[in-house]
């Protein structure tokens, strides 16, 4: 099994309610997303798949979330736009980007801070 991990960022705002405290109000953070590709084979290339490929895709949905207020994005139209949220609709859109007979979004791991983050996995 190949395993590809792909880092970037996004900043964005957000107000979390019924979990108390400071989420409630308007805040933000720098988020840091953390992708994880698996697959069994190479292609004739040798590699799993073209880094260029997943982050040009994730290029496009950090677009969608950088510099907004996530409340207000139709994405989190019917759920809160948590860490375990972002990370599950990024595995989501990005899956239906690059998923292959070959290669599959595995997790998406989104840092909300330095020490505080929350995994989907696929």
Same mark, same amino acid.
């Given at each position: 099994?190949?395993?590809?991990? @792909?880092?970037?960022?996004?900043?964005?705002?957000?107000?979390?309610?019924?979990?108390?405290? #400071?989420?409630?109000?308007?805040?933000?953070?720098?988020?840091?997303?953390?992708?994880? +590709? #698996? !697959?069994? !084979?190479?292609?004739? !290339?040798?590699?799993?798949?073209?880094?260029? @490929? +997943? *982050?040009?895709?994730?290029? !496009? +949905?950090?677009?969608?979330?950088?510099?907004?207020?996530?409340?207000?994005?139709?994405?989190?139209?019917?759920?809160?736009?948590? %860490?375990?949220?972002?990370?599950?609709?990024?595995?989501? *859109?990005?899956? $239906? $980007?690059?998923? %292959?007979? *070959?290669?599959? @979004?595995? %997790?998406?791991?989104?840092?909300?801070?330095?020490?505080? %983050? $929350?995994?989907?996995?696929?």
């Amino acid at each position: 099994m190949y395993e590809l991990k @792909v880092k970037t960022d996004f900043a964005a705002a957000h107000r979390l309610t019924l979990v108390g405290h #400071k989420c409630e109000n308007l805040h933000g953070h720098n988020w840091k997303v953390e992708v994880c +590709i #698996k !697959g069994d !084979g190479l292609d004739e !290339g040798g590699v799993l798949m073209d880094f260029g @490929v +997943i *982050k040009k895709s994730l290029r !496009g +949905i950090m677009e969608e979330l950088d510099h907004k207020f996530l409340n207000e994005l139709e994405m989190f139209s019917e759920c809160p736009p948590s %860490s375990e949220n972002i990370a599950r609709i990024i595995a989501d *859109k990005l899956g $239906a $980007a690059v998923n %292959s007979d *070959k290669a599959r @979004v595995y %997790s998406v791991t989104a840092w909300e801070s330095d020490n505080a %983050s $929350a995994t989907y996995i696929v």
